[in-house]
């Protein structure tokens, strides 16, 4: 994983709030778009930016594409972010 890109991904207000939106589960395009007043077109960049960052996936199911959370982008930031979480009991 390349954390400038998921850096970069998370970087960006609207981003961040379609990730809030997946949290309860996967959602086609149309329904992450019904949440914002914006093109599909702009909805499809946001979307192709957090795939190319990994933090989703895409499913395709009929003529739908679904996305859903990537856990395990997360899980390996906070893995990288817990380096920074303080002084540990055995370094006192």
Do not use: C
């Not at 954390?3 to 991904?9: E, G, Y």
């Not at 990730?19 to 702009?42: C, P, R, W």
């Amino acid at each position: 994983m390349a954390f400038a890109d998921t850096f970069k991904a998370l970087s960006d207000p609207v981003r961040r709030e379609i990730l809030v939106l997946l949290k309860d589960g996967k959602k086609s395009a149309g329904e992450i778009a019904e949440n914002f007043d914006m093109t599909n077109a702009t909805i499809s960049y946001h979307l192709s930016q957090l795939k190319k960052a990994g933090l989703v996936f895409e499913s395709r199911y009929k003529n739908y594409i679904y996305y859903e959370i990537n856990v395990s982008v997360f899980e390996e930031m906070m893995l990288w972010f817990s380096q920074f979480g303080g002084v540990s009991d055995e370094k006192k």
